[in-house]
């Protein structure tokens, strides 16, 4: 189906591995062209609940391929808005969590690409680097919009004016990426993540990546409406529903087991948000009113619930 990419999706997980190695990765016309394609998949099938980037042998991705540009009258301009920023756009704006496989050097574009993820596994050998300044251009893609977010404004300026590489190890003190495994445990660790975020309630997960995109351009009196407003939204779909009721069978199973162990046990007295205990006064360890070891967990009432239960 592509040229110039590997997809596949496994298990609700969608995989697109960026596939020229022999340039390190970097985009041509081409390669923009399909990756657009590929990412307006995930986002149409609603079987995709997590995207995970990659790059193919040792790079991630070099940024533009510059020997594709030779030759060529173009605008620079034109090119960034109808090739590289779409890329971005997508990847913020498609509400599933993406999980980049930095496997490898991330250079220009392509250290931009991972900085748009959600989350970043990095391999120990990953350098990272904004040399666009080296070339007599300036950062796009993203980067003067993530870098300064990241790691503040001064470390930003550093990165992007002196165009020097940095270390997995660099990038994670930065806040740059997640976590930095050994690269024969990469696939594994992102194995795991994917998986987890494939597992997890997907409405919940795109209302939570919506919200915090708008954070940065909202008051905390806008955030404080939509968390209401999103709180709404997930509170009626089926996964708090199955989820809140897994999670009190499970609860009230731990706390009967945690009752039974204990000693000197007068009286039970259940209440629908927390269950206590009453113990004999001659007991000094355990005499008085105690609250059994439970998660807190505010449970609204609904229309048709018993008000005598509180």
């Known amino acids: 189906m592509y040229q ?90 498609i509400e599933k969590p993406f ?9 220009g574009a392509g250290a931009s690409l991972a900085l748009a993820c959600d989350y970043v596994v990095a391999s120990e050998k990953v350098k990272m680097v904004w040399a666009f300044v080296n070339i007599g251009l300036v950062l796009d893609s993203g980067s ?8 503040g404004h001064r470390k930003a300026f ?8 940095i270390t997995a190890a660099q990038a994670l003190e930065m806040g740059l990426v997640n976590e930095v495994v050994a690269p024969e445990d990469l696939d594994a660790r992102v194995e795991e ?14 209302l939570m990546k919506r919200m915090l995109n708008r954070s940065f351009e909202s008051s905390l009196d806008q955030m404080l409406e939509v968390e209401r407003q999103s709180q709404e939204i ?24 945690e009752i039974r162990n204990l000693k000197h ?6 209440h629908p948000l927390n269950l206590y205990f ?13 609250q059994a070891t439970v998660p807190h967990v505010q449970i609204p009432r609904r229309k048709g619930d018993d008000a005598t239960l509180g």
């Open 99 to 107: 999980v980049c496989r930095l496997n490898g050097v991330a250079a």
């Open 4 to 93: 110039t990419l590997k997809f596949e999706v496994n298990k609700h997980i969608a995989t697109i591995t960026l596939n020229r190695p022999d340039t390190y990765n970097a985009f041509n016309e081409e390669m923009s062209k399909e990756f657009l394609h590929a990412l307006k998949a995930c986002r149409k099938d609603k079987g995709v609940r997590v995207i995970v980037l990659t790059g193919e042998g040792k790079a991630f991705c070099s940024g533009q391929d510059l020997k594709d540009a030779q030759g060529k009258k173009r605008s620079l301009g034109e090119s960034v808005d109808k090739r590289y920023n779409p890329m971005i756009r997508l990847v913020r704006g």
């Open 193 to 206: 993540i994917a998986g987890k975020y494939a597992a997890s309630a997907p409405r919940a997960l795109a």
């Open 158 to 165: 550093e990165l992007a004016t002196l165009g020097e590489k």
């Open 265 to 270: 046990l007068y009286v039970l007295v259940y």
């Open 234 to 257: 997930a509170g009626s779909t089926e996964d708090y529903k199955g989820g809140h009721g897994c999670f009190l069978r499970e609860t009230r199973s731990t706390v009967s087991r």
């Open 278 to 290: 009453h113990a004999p006064s001659h007991c000094p360890c355990l005499s008085g009113q105690y």
């Open 144 to 151: 003067s919009w993530f870098l300064p977010r990241l790691v």
